[in-house]
């Protein structure tokens, strides 16, 4: 349902029809997008600072007026069935997909990020309206601004919200938590010839865990998505699949035995990401509304250079010894001939 909301974003409003909007962002030059991600939903306007008042409208009216007219909505189904056919063209983005609906599976962290073919006829006014009223409550609302004076910031924002009243929402409300189920599953694509493979463990706590530092330590050593070779044959072939298993196990069970030079290297090469990302103003805004919704509180940038800092070999140590423990969700998709069964991926990895 969030997904509908995303696709619905900056669209008429009970003040603006969706043409006055463009043509107003247009005029001023400013940029609007909606995200819709697992846990939470968000708006950003990128604009003049001079244009504070009219952005600061647009963006209450469309989040607390949003009209949903029939048309609008009717016109709009096609982007939904682009989206969804967008993520099944890549495969990386569509394995991690799989990941989370196979690591929570049938709960909150497990539900699509895309609309199912199957599920286009709860795209209705009524359906997304609803989900707006259940969720959209100042209690889980975040407001954040950058390089805006705050004095300005509340001052427009509180003439913004001047007109709203409340809508009760009168249905069942209640806080659902995450339930890991961990698992595997094979997803064959015919017409791809490659074998992907994705291993996800859980680990205890989520965003507020003391651990989460180490575990984002633990990844930066551990590598990305280009720690591959470029060169020479056998990238993505099939035939590999149980062996790029087995490497896949040694290098989790490695990170028990870490040196100090690696340690320190994998530590300022995240400082240096944390530093770079943060020269982004979309992304410190999107940052420090994270912060506020999960911790009610802001770090630094300094404040979490230091927590890396701190980060010790028996810290990875531990928390990969913890992790390794739990059962693994993997996920196999592509070209399935050569994957071996649940258990023998699980004996691999023990």
Not at 122 to 129: E, W
Not at 173 to 179: N, Q
Not at 242 to 259: L, R
Request: net charge neutral; with cysteine.
């Amino acid at each position: 349902m969030s997904v509908m909301v995303e696709n619905m974003a900056f669209h008429s409003t009970a003040h603006l029809s969706h043409l006055r909007i463009i043509k107003s962002l247009e005029k001023i030059g400013a940029s609007v997008m909606c995200n819709a991600f697992r846990e939470h939903i968000v708006y950003t306007c990128e604009f003049l600072q001079e244009h504070l008042p009219i952005v600061i409208n647009l963006l209450v009216g469309n989040v607390l007026f949003p009209r949903f007219l029939t048309w609008e909505m009717k016109n709009n189904v096609n982007r939904l069935n682009i989206m969804r056919q967008r993520l099944f063209e890549n495969s990386e983005t569509y394995i991690t997909e799989l990941l989370h609906n196979t690591a929570w599976y049938n709960n909150t962290l497990g539900n699509k990020l895309y609309v199912c073919e199957s599920n286009i006829e709860n795209y209705t006014a009524d359906n997304v309206r609803n989900f707006m009223l259940k969720h959209f409550s100042p209690k889980n609302m975040t407001l954040v601004g950058v390089n805006i004076p705050h004095e300005e910031l509340t001052k427009w924002t509180a003439r913004a919200f001047q007109d709203y009243v409340a809508i009760p929402y009168n249905g069942p409300t209640k806080e659902v938590t995450p339930k890991y189920t961990g698992g595997f599953i094979s997803v064959e694509d015919k017409d791809n010839k490659k074998t992907y493979i994705a291993i996800a463990y859980e680990t205890v706590g989520g965003w507020k865990s003391h651990d989460m530092i180490t575990l984002t330590v633990l990844q930066t050593l551990m590598g990305g998505g280009g720690s591959f070779s470029t060169g020479g044959p056998g990238k993505g072939e099939p035939t590999y699949t149980t062996e790029i298993i087995k490497t896949m196990a040694k290098e989790f069970h490695k990170m028990d035995k870490i040196t100090d030079e690696e340690l320190q290297r994998a530590k300022k090469s995240l400082k240096g990401f944390i530093w770079m990302s943060l020269e982004y103003k979309s992304i410190l805004m999107e940052d420090i509304a994270r912060q506020m919704m999960i911790m009610n509180r802001i770090l630094s940038g300094k404040e979490l250079c230091d927590a890396i800092d701190a980060v010790t070999k028996e810290d990875i140590s531990r928390v990969v010894k913890q992790f390794l423990k739990t059962k693994p969700t993997v996920v196999v998709y592509g070209n399935i001939s050569y994957s071996p069964y649940y258990d023998e991926i699980c004996k691999m990895l023990t």
